[in-house]
């Protein structure tokens, strides 16, 4: 499996973007999929998960009602939609798969992708 995460840039504070993450691999409908993030000089950090049916989702706090998560499984596509960015949203954003439940914790998910960077300027 493999993962390949886009839609990272340039975004002043208020605004919105959207991140996908493309997932090779027949086997796309039967992972969960979690977005972590890694700011500058902190580590990396839990910020929501999707269920392999899609019904299923799970926030940290710091992005509940802010940011939302989908998925299409017939695209082995999740999305990570982020509204009303913020400074500290700043970071290099990661998908990764995982099968089991959801979970906030990096060593339930068995396969990563190679980050893209959201930058949210003042």
């Known amino acids: 499996v493999q993962l390949q995460a886009s839609g990272g840039g340039l975004v002043q504070a208020g605004g919105s973007l959207r991140l996908s993450c493309v997932v090779s691999g027949r086997t796309f409908s039967i992972y969960n999929i979690g977005w972590f993030r890694q700011a500058p000089g902190k580590e990396r950090e839990f910020v929501g998960a999707i269920g392999w049916s899609g019904g299923n989702t799970y926030y940290a706090d710091s992005v509940k009602g802010r940011f939302t998560m989908s998925r299409d499984n017939a695209k082995n596509t999740v999305y990570l939609r982020m509204n009303s960015l913020k400074p500290d949203d700043t970071a290099v954003y990661y998908c990764?798969?995982?099968?089991?439940?959801?979970?906030?914790?990096?060593?339930?998910?068995?396969?990563w992708g190679q980050g893209t960077l959201v930058t949210v300027s003042s």
């Open positions: 990764a798969a995982a099968r089991g439940g959801l979970s906030y914790r990096e060593y339930d998910y068995d396969y």
